[in-house]
């Protein structure tokens, strides 16, 4: 089985793979990228790193594989400094069920390539059951809370804790 390889993304030729990643995961769930939307993920991930947020790509032995994008979390009382909030985790689909989502979480959660956060939050699409399985492995908590989106899917909110 190859290794799974965390490095930031930290230039044009990462960021555009990582955005292939994003584009492939879309299509293989039925949600065709435009171009427009795949522009603004790639203004997304290049404002990340400019920004000096977490921005990771993974390679499954010399294959890219996967990418994670996260900031610090922003509450209702403004930004949480102990909390990072994964805003993009996507893989691609040739190797879903490899481990390369939980080896990108995993690495967030170490503090390998970021602030070391104690805390991480994330969202995701109530209907997602594989986005679900990955958060429970690696010992994130349904909050409870929902929210809908505007084409009307329910999507909720996920914690994980260092001292959990």
Known sequence: MPRTVITPIADDDSRRLAVGVWEAARRATGRRPSTTRSERVAAKVATRVADGD???????????????????????????????????????????????????????????????????????????RRAE??????????TGERATLHEGEVICRWEWRADA
């Open 54 to 128: 977490v921005a990771l790509l993974a390679h499954y032995g010399e294959r890219v594989a996967g990418m994670l994008v996260a900031e610090p979390y922003r509450g209702d009382d403004g930004p949480d400094a102990a909390c990072g909030h994964l805003s993009m985790v996507f893989v691609d689909p040739a190797l879903w069920g490899c481990g390369v989502a939980g080896a990108l979480v995993r690495s967030l959660q170490r503090g390998d390539h970021g602030p070391g956060w104690t805390r991480l939050s994330v969202w995701t699409r109530e209907t997602n």
């Open 133 to 142: 399985r990955l958060y429970v492995a690696r010992g994130f908590a349904d």
